[in-house]
């Protein structure tokens, strides 16, 4: 699984980060190299409140527990899982689909403790925020990463790639 922290730049307010004509940082590359977009309900909800929709026809599946509202508009690229981060990899396996997006943190948390995840991609928008979801959280034990690349880009925003060690070896 891939991973690409989506908090959605463009409502940071950040200094050339959504504006029309602007670098688009890998974004367009990024998604078209994915199968699939997972996330958790709280993400989708706030994913919602964008427009246009940001996933175009990508395939989106929303984890939770509850019901989920998924306008006709979307319908037939949304879909709602209620089942466990192992489960929902083996279902969509079964569809073809192994390059995910895992997004939210509660989502990306639960990946992390089933050893799902597989590449970061984390983009940091020079902003402090004081509040939110930790993007990790408590672990049960040290993740190991190799630094892969970084880039760095004219406004401040930095892209970096890391590769998840396995068991946390060297």
Known sequence: MDLLPAA???STGF???GEAGTEDYGYHEFIDSIDAIVMGRNSYEMVLSFAPWPYG???VVVLSSRTVAI???IASTVESIDAPPHEVVQRLAGRGWSHLYIDGGKTIQGFFRENLIHRLII???PILLGTGIPL???L???IHLQHLETRPFA???VQSHYEVRRHGAD
Do not use: C, Y
Request: charged fraction near 25%; aromatic fraction near 4%; avoid cysteine.
């Open 8 to 10: 959605m730049a463009e």
């Open 15 to 17: 200094p050339g980060v």
């Open 57 to 59: 026809k990508k395939p």
């Open 71 to 73: 306008g006709q508009d």
């Open 123 to 125: 983009t940091t928008v």
């Open 136 to 138: 990790f959280g408590p």
């Open 140 to 142: 049960s034990r040290e």
């Open 155 to 157: 406004n401040g925003l």
